[in-house]
RNA sequence: GCUGGAGUAGUCUAGCGGCAAUGACAAGAGACUGUAAAUCUCUCGGCUUCGGCCUUCGUAGGUUCGAGUCCUACCUCCAGCA
């Protein structure tokens, strides 16, 4: 299972630094973990996430359902996908909003967006107190997920940490129904636990269990089910870590973080799920995040976002440009020596295999550069300079 | 030289009498946060007080209430025949 210890702590006691020890190695925190949803990070090999210096790696669940029993026979999820580090699963609680009243949306952290739920007859997820009822999006069967097919599927699969199966409201879901929905994930939280110490050990290493906090944008839900959670135990045991879940509103962040740490027991790691902007991660640190995970980076990448020191850029704008794509960046790529132009050349080629070219050249580029952010904020917190690190990357970075 | 065919916005392309032009690519702008995402949205002749106004389909005329669309001439290109 995996161990976690706090070596600094901020002044505000709730950011640190840290260590998680898993069967498959350390993790220094705060730390990104990549995100290989279906076992391997788009267009980075094994050796490129640790060129990149990436820790961990976070697949789904969901995704690799039904080759899980693979998996398992491949020794479980590090050996099989050939990353051999730490690594972790996502329950599919992320799908229950993704397929359902999120369908065709975006999980946006602005205001003015994202406030309409998808009609229930166009969801292809559905829920219910057993678990979520849902159409595969690519070949249209039908299936089934609840906590203990979660659990079940996460354990063969082997990632060193696996998540409760949690149910993420929208940021359109008012307070009633985040209450039933957080009163559903709780009791989905129990059954996962119960669930996972009867399944744990299964590929002859301890596998761990986070609980998954929801509870939207209210503090009364958030202090409180970080309370439960933080306390759930099932034969005397209880949750490895916790998952920080939800769609936050951007300002919003902080003070949920803030309310969930301010609850959870300080001696275990959290998980900031799903977030990777760097003023999100510097307030996830701040306010006592331990890992995050996030698609932007890659995703981003492929879509021709390139990501730097003084903001991010759109490598449309560059042609013929001979600018490094970030001054001073120690990514494979910069240090190749690509340029903008050249590298938005490969883009826009029509040749397909130029084009995976640079979705690989790009995506080691943007993962370098948030997995280096937190590089960064570990060291500013042992140091003890987060607060002058934050100010000045975000002055230079939003300036 | 003759006989066919073709010339459409940056490129290719649709249109074959109807109220100023289809689609694709390129280009430009935006989005993307536990991956239905090598994706999606918007713009793409000019001007606009956003209601419209003006200018376009090789060139010049013509027929018509109305013409990329029909007719005539010319120019250019392609194919075949000399």
């Not at 979660?150 to 409760?164: K, L």
């Not at 709780?186 to 050990?201: M, V, Y």
Request: proline share 3%; with cysteine.
């Amino acid at each position: 299972m995996v161990k976690f210890k706090v070596q600094q702590k901020l002044g505000n006691g709730l950011g640190r630094a840290g260590i998680i020890t898993t069967p498959h190695g350390e993790i220094s925190t705060p730390a990104f973990m990549v995100v290989g949803t279906r076992g391997e990070v788009r267009f980075m090999s094994a050796e490129d996430l640790r060129a990149v210096n990436a820790q961990a790696m976070l697949s789904n669940g969901y995704h690799l359902r039904r080759i899980s029993p693979e998996i398992a026979d491949g020794g479980g999820l590090s050996e099989w996908s050939g990353w051999g580090g730490p690594t972790l699963t996502d329950s599919g609680g992320f799908q229950v909003m993704s397929l359902g009243s999120g369908l065709g949306k975006v999980v946006s952290m602005e205001r003015e967006r994202g406030v309409m739920n998808t009609a229930h007859k166009e969801r292809l997820a559905h829920v219910s107190e057993k678990g979520v009822d849902f159409t595969d999006p690519f070949d249209g069967q039908p299936d089934f997920i609840g906590p203990e097919e979660s659990m079940q599927i996460q354990c063969r699969i082997g990632a060193d940490i696996h998540m409760a199966f949690d149910e993420l409201t929208s940021l359109a879901d008012d307070y009633d129904y985040n209450v039933e929905a957080l009163g559903r994930t709780e009791r989905w939280a129990e059954r996962s636990l119960k669930e996972h110490l009867r399944l744990r050990d299964t590929l002859g290493y301890r596998q761990s269990l986070y609980g998954v906090l929801q509870g939207g944008r209210w503090e009364v839900l958030r202090r409180s089910t970080a309370r439960t959670l933080g306390a759930m135990q099932v034969n005397g045991e209880g949750f490895d870590g916790f998952g920080l879940g939800g769609a936050f509103l951007k300002e919003d962040l902080g003070e949920i973080l803030r309310w969930c740490n301010e609850e959870l027991p300080e001696e275990k790691p959290r998980h900031l799920l799903g977030l990777s902007r760097p003023d999100d991660i510097l307030i996830g640190a701040e306010m006592g995040a331990d890992t995050f995970d996030c698609v932007a980076p890659t995703r981003e990448a492929r879509h021709g976002k390139i990501y730097t020191l003084d903001g991010d850029f759109n490598l449309r704008k560059f042609a013929g440009s001979t600018q490094p794509l970030d001054e001073g960046c120690d990514c494979p790529t910069c240090q190749a020596g690509w340029t903008r132009g050249a590298l938005r050349a490969l883009w826009r080629s029509g040749d397909s295999a130029k084009k995976q070219q640079y979705y690989n050249l790009a995506s080691m580029h943007n993962v370098r550069f948030i997995v280096r952010l937190t590089e960064q904020i570990r060291a500013a917190i042992v140091t003890g300079e987060f607060d002058d690190f934050k100010r000045e990357f975000l002055m230079r970075y939003s300036g």
